[in-house]
């Protein structure tokens, strides 16, 4: 009955999920969240002890660490590092199983994940050239026209005539809202644009890995600016976000230490311990 | 409101039936089907070939930038970028492709799968990939027409040689495609007629000359470019550029510009950003700056500094005219002489560069051309960035703000000059 | 006594201020406010604040000139004008002797070659790739999670200052957010940021001839670290007016009190009629 | 790293000639009192003219992120390669001074506008331009081709100041055929036993081809070949994989080590392409020109810059993968290569129909934070290895 800790170091967020194995079935014990800031060690260490506590263990009592996000090879705790595509995948499809495509709207970059039925990665497409569709961008949009992120999603929805963001590129893209500010045009109008502009580049994305009826949606900004819901509207699918979808990577890394840890002979074991050292 | 008094006369509804006409031959074509049609590029194209096999060009930039001037250049781009096209593909292709894809063309009529794809390259290396790709695409036939490049002043006996030898593997390939013997004789005619219509175009292109500029030698110019490259080689091109000539030599000898005062005279280097045509056009019109000459006018063929085509060496001068005659096919630095000169015989104010990302050929080093007018020349130039097809890439603040500070700055120098001459400069 | 006004809305400052020339040119009051989401209300709340300080009512302006990317939006303003010429005007007024202004806008980055009267020679702006100098500084901020005001002198702390490569703005906070998985300090990314910002604004400038004295406007002249890495880079001073932020507006007051004065001949009006051939 | 203490040399030498300060090729100056340099851009140059007329040929293949742009970027702005840049940078900043002359040719539109910047840059310095025929189909191709390296060969000819035999001529083709086969060999040994033949070394000692005079580089190739044929090291479960689109600008060491060190041996590759641009040797017939010329129009290495449309490139990628019993492709295409991009999509479009894997990258030469690239890398492997 092992224990396993999983610690996605984000660009903005770190969180950890400690997960105990009963009778093959992974449950999840605790959580731990904390701002990424400048050493991911320490704010790795600070995720993994919240989630101890909430879990009521002790840090010597878990058999295996797994480390992903972007700062996966800074934690030194780890026992092996997996990128967060792959431990998005995985996440996803043991919170939701039916899930099929992944649309992750992180801090510095928008990514499409296309997934089998195994919870395996079978296609993903990065946009990271254009931060346009990214959460960052979308926190400096809302502070830039002084709207709090949880109230873009509703005054969006208020837009008379929304503006499109037609640049590519996240600089020329608030260069553009700016001068549409400067154009005097209505907040809202904007708000709606930068939603319909960002669900039409997930749009592009989504196409490269042949999403279906359904979208699971994770990343934590785009969830509070309401995205979901243009997503909807624009590219008619069934948007579902799955619960403590900021968690998903971590819980995806620990389930698969869980396999590493359960399947020693498998192929992951030779390729994986080839990345350990 | 801005001041501009863009000249209306009888030419622009004369260009839209030749072009409507044009288009309607490529319907025919479509639907009928023993009518052959090739797809050539405009740079250094060579339509007399075709005019001997009474074949019908297409022109897939014509096409592109049809569709950008009617703001619908978007769709079919992203379409594009659908199938992989990087952002940073040439926008023009990706129009063209996505047009195919998505079976839009101009004018809703329909557009023929070409008798042959048939690529001039003339220096730009995109063109190939371009008549590649369509090639895959259309499952079309594909020749290539190797245009060597021009790294000398002129043109060397074995570049000519070497075209001609290919024209006529052309002329063999269209035989066997078409089933048509080639009309040396039509196509000597053609050529006959091309040599008028350059006549015609030139004196037209010298008449910005005069200040006030009859016409705007960047704006109005691509009006006059589509029938300069689809019936050039045909008497009603001939008729057509006859008509143009006696309309704007009336206007200049009437002493009337495009504006009330021509206030700047500008040199146009790059293809305009034909999604904010009218924008960008607005943009110069409220300071009343006229084109006198353009770079963009002549890559179909530089003929006003005087090159004809010359029926009685046919196939030689249609080699020259690809090789040494077109600015796409002349190197950087011949093309910073042909601005100089513009400057100079137009008698010019300033030059403004328009960078266009989707264009290396005509981009990559203008910040080098830019250096060379203003540290060696002193001449007053700007250096702007936007794109030929592509919506997204144009910044109208910016782009506004720049040419704003480009004029104050100009009419302040201007106005300085003449309080010291205590006239209009050298005007 | 000729009062006049000018008003630079900026993209995320509006700054105002009111000039008298009465013999001698004076800069009677300065107002610094966000632009924010509304910015004819910027505008107004930038100039209604620096006729209090200057104890005059708005009526007492005889001529508002209005610059920034906003211009066309200040509805009191009685002409625009673009902020390249403001900025060589006003820079050459606050820093006598300009004969370079180098400024680093939050949109976009220029330098600009001055003639003796503060006339605009030939300018220069960043290329698309490099556009946003400004905020490529706020950015980097952002990602590192310090505020815009300590990023200078933390830079000046850098021992080992990092490589930044890339002149893009969305770029720089992956490299940066690559820095700091290495466990690179603050001040040696900070650091490598503004020699980056300093060596990419010194090759922008080296598009004109650059002649001295070099002066720095724009709210990023407050920073002390970039103006310190544009001098090393640069190899000479800087001179640096304390009301940096408000030379562009100083500009156009200065043409508004020009405008008053009938004797002013030079026929840079024709700008006028930009007033409806803005939007 | 496995061979860290073998390494040591290569990396060595591989620094010691690389740009901007060309060490290497000022030594050989040095001894050759006279001589001259001619440096060519990197992809499908007709080095054998070059070292016959006794000069040294050298492959430019930008700066990598050993120089900051900072004249440069002036004269070349937004969305140009970073190769076009550094190259004209080095002559900016003055590295060139050991360099007599250039050769471009009809790669791309902004290397061509770049030897004519050059040119107006450099008047003193001899810049030539070689236009390659673009049409193979034409009987009239060849005697073109011939006639354009006849025309470089006199130029070359009174750089020297000398004239240069054709067995001269052909002595020269001999010495870099024998090169080339070499190279061919390695590329053989690494796709039998890649754990044999780490391509960050195989990388390192081609690109040093750039650089080196050819008789030492052909020495360095056989005794590479004699220590990896060697080595008996275990292969490590990593999937095969063949980079396509690095023929130009060349991705930075640091990137290919990172490539292996996510589970990927590399089978093939087109890095350095103009060390190893035929794939059969050149014939040393009558006339040595008409044989080059040939030999470019039928015995080249396809590449985004090499058209011919009788034989598509992306036959030759599918057939490539094949060949090599790779499992993937690897797109490595440098940022603003225009070539590539386009390429891009018809050799996607061949490998989805062959059912073939593939992953496209960005790289610059000069960048050197990577962990998007790796956490793409990785994903991909991932993807491909895990159940």
Known sequence: ?277 | MTDKKEYRGSIHQRQKDLMLAWYDQLDQAANTSNLPTVSMMISGNCVELLEGFGAVPIYPEVNALQLAIRHQSLDPILAAEDLGYAADNCAYVKADIGCILKGITPTGGKLPTPTLILCNFVGCNTYLKWFEHLAKLQQAPLYVIDVPFMRADEPSPSDVEYVVKQLHETVKKLEQLTGRKFDYDRFRQAVECSSRTEELWSQIKHLARRSPSPFDAYFDAITLMGPLYVCRARPEGVEFFEAALAELQAKADGRKGVYEQEHFRLVMEGPPPYPYFRTFRDMFAKWQACAVASTYSTVGGLWEFGFRHDPSKPFESVAMHMIAHNVTNRNFLQRYEQIRRYVEEWNADGVIIHFVKSCRLFSAGQGDMRDYFTKQLGIPTLYIESDLEDPRYFAEAQTRNRIDAFFEALEHSKAAASVRSGAWGKK | MRIAAGVDVGSTQTKAVIMSDNGGVKLLARALVDTGANVQRAAERAFDACCQEAGIHGGDVGFVVGTGYGRYKIAFGNTQMTEITCHAKGASFLCPGTRTVIDMGGQDSKAISVGANGEVLDFVMNDKCAAGTGRFLANSAEVMGISLDEVGPLSLKAKHPVKIATVCTVFVESDILSYLAQGKTGEDILGGVHIAIAKRTLSLARRLNIEPEITMTGGVARNIGMVRALEEVIGRKMLVSPDAQFIGAVGAALFALEKLDQSFEFGIWRGDHAVSGGH | MRYKNRMAPLERTFDNCSAPYFLSVREWKQTHPGAKVVAYFPVYAPVELIHAAGMLPVGLSGAGDRLDIQHADARFGSFICSIVKTTLEMGLAGHLEPFDGFLFSTICDSARNLSFVMKRNFPRMYIDFLHLPHNPSSPAAAQFLAEEYRRLLSELEQLRGGKVSDEGLRQSITIYNRNRALIRELYRLRTRAPQQVPTSELYQLIRMGNFLPVEEHTAQLEAALAEFSSRNTKPRDSIRIVVEGSFCEQPPLTLIRLIEDAGCYIVDDDFVIGQSWFESDVPTVEDPLLALAQSYLDRSVYSSVRHDFRKPRWGGLVEKVRRNRADAVLFLIAKFCEPAYFDYVPYKQELERAGIPHLQLEFEEKSFTFDRLRTEIETFVESLVFD
Request: proline share 3%.
């Open chain 1, 1 to 277: 009955m092992p224990f396993l800790a999983g610690i996605d170091c984000g660009t903005s967020f770190t969180k950890a999920v400690v997960l105990f194995e009963e009778n093959g079935q992974p449950r999840v014990l605790g959580k731990g969240r904390t701002r990424s800031g400048m050493k991911v060690d320490e704010a790795a260490g600070a995720a993994l002890e919240e989630a101890l506590s909430q879990a009521g263990i002790r840090r010597p009592q878990i058999d295996y660490v797994a480390a992903t996000g972007f700062g996966r090879y800074g934690v030194s705790v780890r026992d092996i590092q997996v990128t967060e595509i792959t431990t998005a995948a995985r996440g996803a499809h043991f919170v939701l199983p039916q899930t099929s495509a992944i649309l992750d709207i992180g801090g510095q970059c928008t990514r499409a994940i296309g997934v089998t039925d195994m919870g395996r990665v079978k296609v993903f497409k990065s946009n990271d050239k254009c931060a346009a569709g990214s959460g960052m961008f979308i926190q400096r949009a809302a502070k830039y026209l002084e709207v709090s992120l949880e109230d873009v999603g509703e005054l969006s929805l208020r837009a008379t005539h929304p503006q499109p963001i037609s640049s590519v590129c996240a600089v020329l893209a608030e260069t553009e809202i700016i001068n549409h500010v400067s154009a005097g045009i209505a907040v809202q109008d904007i708000l709606r644009g930068i939603h319909e502009s960002l669900a039409d580049r997930a749009g592009a994305l989504l196409k490269r890995v042949e999403m279906k009826d359904q979208l699971t949606l994770i990343g934590g900004v785009a969830r509070q600016a309401g995205i979901a819901r243009a997503l909807e509207d624009r590219l008619k699918v069934k948007v579902n976000i799955p619960p403590d979808c900021d968690f998903i990577c971590a819980l995806g890394a620990a389930l698969l230490g869980l396999k590493r840890l359960a399947s020693k002979q498998s192929t992951m074991e030779t390729v994986a311990s080839e990345y350990a050292n």
